[in-house]
């Protein structure tokens, strides 16, 4: 029994049906990561209105939200005006800016991008999450611009522009970040976000996440995501402990965003979000995003959740 599982990084509000899958995963409380911009994002917060659990969504700089041809390769689509105005309307519901900053979805434009993400948001005190991972420009010219409670998500990407270098040392301006409050936080995907060598040399760096995310879609469901209980499952594999695992997906998530500040806990007086995980023993495969597989001993599966006292009928 563990607190109700927060995850950060969900696209959980592009369909009706997503919030009760994650709620059945033993989710009571998400993020859906920038899955519109300011022109649809009355999308999503109306299905982050009608979630059971508590959740809030983060606006995409780019207006049109993602795009497959790049959110803001065309560069006035990160468009200050339109994303503060959107906030400004929905300041109950959109609890930060989303600037996705690979080179195909940003393109030579991610320094800029990233500029007017932090415009937007300091104008309402509001984090910003970066997407990194095949940026053009290095981590020494973005990092920079991060501040305070910002979130870096996909922080175990492969090179080009990884958080560690050739020779097993974290980067210092990723050290930097840390060392003022920004956090790191897993964002596992299905593409091009986690590779197993890249995580098993950051983990030895002694750089752990702050926070486990699953980047969720209902295409992760049959392969890879699957559930969050297994994208935790992965970092046992990895080495890291159950408390420390158990920590990234509940009390840590819930300190990345101020809606979650009573969440993420069992204390007395807190909400009675929990989840039911059963931990079992055996040989399990895990996957990561370049379709390398290793095999873990242990694995975490969703049993049952409560949410505000109730338990979810499955
Ligand atoms: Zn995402």
């Known amino acids: 029994m563990v607190p109700g599982l927060i995850d950060i990084h969900t696209h959980a509000a592009r369909s009706k049906e997503a919030p009760l899958l994650c709620l059945a995963d033993g989710v009571t409380g998400w993020i859906d990561a920038g899955s519109q911009g300011a022109d649809r994002i009355a999308e999503t917060i109306a299905v982050a209105k009608s979630a059971p659990q508590l959740c809030r969504v983060l606006i995409n700089i780019g207006r049109a939200g993602i795009l497959p041809e790049g959110d803001t390769m065309d560069l006035n689509r990160a468009d200050v005006a339109a994303a503060r105005e959107a906030i400004g309307r929905n300041r109950d519901m959109i609890a930060g800016v989303k600037a996705r900053l690979s080179r195909d979805v940003a393109g030579q434009n991610d320094f800029e991008v990233l500029k007017r993400a932090q415009e937007v948001a300091s104008s309402f005190n509001l984090p910003v999450m970066i997407h990194m991972g095949q940026t053009i420009s290095p981590l020494s010219k973005l990092f920079p611009l991060l501040k305070s409670g910002d979130i ?29 409050g920004v956090h790191f936080d897993l964002g596992n995907g299905r593409t091009g976000h986690l590779r197993w060598d890249m995580a098993e040399r950051i983990l030895k760096a002694g750089f752990l996440p702050d926070t486990f995310s699953t980047d969720w879609t209902p295409e992760g469901r049959p392969a890879q995501v699957v559930n969050f209980p297994n994208v935790m499952s992965k970092f046992l594999m990895l080495g890291m402990t159950l408390d420390q695992v158990i920590a990234c997906a509940t009390i840590n998530a819930a300190h990345a965003f101020p809606v979650f500040h009573d969440r993420g806990t069992l204390k007395i007086g807190a909400p009675a979000d929990i989840a039911v995980l059963e931990l079992k023993e055996g040989t399990f495969d895990f996957v990561d995003n370049f379709e390398g597989k290793r095999n873990g001993r242990q694995r975490l599966f969703p049993s049952a959740t409560v949410l505000g006292g109730k338990r979810i009928a499955t």
């Open 152 to 180: 870096v998500t996909h922080m175990f990407a492969p090179p080009p522009n990884s958080i560690i270098d050739d020779d097993g040392h974290i980067l210092p301006e990723v050290l930097a970040a840390r060392r003022r």
